[in-house]
T-cell receptor
Framework: EAGVTQFPSHSVIEKGQTVTLRCDPISGHDNLYWYRRVMGKEIKFLLHFVKESKQDESGMPNNRFLAERTGGTYSTLKVQPAELEDSGVYFC?????????????FGNGTRLTVT | AQKITQTQPGMFVQEKEAVTLDCTYDTSDPSYGLFWYKQPSSGEMIFLIYQGSYDQQNATEGRYSLNFQKARKSANLVISASQLGDSAMYFCAMRASTAAGSYQLTFGKGTKLSVIP
């Protein structure tokens, strides 16, 4: 079974540019999550999809971030325009069910550097 | 609001020895799940072990065990017979319900474990 895959693994962009991160969850996993870790801080929740619907987007920092999951398969996270404080590692995770005891399976993350 | 505290930024352990990584948590929710993840230098987050708030027994998975003390709100990870491959960042995390009906994970800052040969 293929794990959660994220693309690209690294991205370096200039302030003001746009970047789109992609996540392919484990096949059959309806629940898809985005998290991010800014340097020196905790890993923070961004949002949660159930199939194509946004279940919880309370962690999205501002309207420069747009997440989509058309068709309930892969998801994209777009940052437009990027700011310096957006630098960090963006993780995607998926789970088959969304309950308390269901572990999240994480991808390797995308390291975003905004210069 | 949920909070996870890992007070050890870094730990060293001799190969083949056991090590305990500390984790305390805070939540007002009676139902929650506690998780430990390992992040090697390659970057992936690997799920290690889970403990439910109503579980009577401590969880074990191979060399990993979770010392769950509910009254103290602690969920320490014990790694027995450390191996060089155990060198990594270890994150404690809690899953509880949110106002939006989601079960998001709340992470601690992590503990960097280094195994010495």
């Amino acid at each position: 079974e293929a794990g959660v895959t994220q693309f690209p693994s690294h991205s370096v962009i200039e302030k003001g540019q746009t970047v789109t991160l992609r996540c392919d969850p484990i096949s059959g996993h309806d629940n898809l999550y985005w998290y991010r870790r800014v340097m020196g801080k905790e890993i923070k929740f961004l949002l949660h999809f159930v199939k194509e619907s946004k279940q919880d987007e309370s962690g999205m920092p501002n309207n420069r971030f747009l997440a989509e999951r058309t068709g309930g398969t892969y998801s994209t996270l777009k940052v437009q325009p990027a700011e310096l404080e957006d630098s960090g590692v963006y993780f995607c995770a998926s789970s088959q069910v969304g309950g308390l005891n269901s572990p999240l399976h994480f991808g390797n993350g995308t390291r975003l550097t905004v210069t | 609001a949920q909070k996870i505290t890992q007070t050890q930024p870094g730990m060293f352990v001799q190969e083949k020895e056991a090590v305990t990584l500390d984790c305390t948590y805070d939540t007002s929710d009676p139902s929650y799940g506690l998780f430990w993840y390992k992040q090697p230098s390659s970057g992936e987050m690997i799920f290690l072990i889970y403990q439910g708030s109503y579980d009577q027994q401590n969880a074990t998975e191979g060399r990993y065990s979770l010392n769950f003390q509910k009254a103290r709100k602690s969920a320490n990870l014990v790694i027995s017979a450390s191996q060089l491959g155990d060198s990594a960042m270890y994150f404690c995390a809690m899953r509880a319900s949110t106002a939006a009906g989601s079960y998001q994970l709340t992470f601690g800052k992590g503990t960097k474990l280094s195994v010495i040969p």
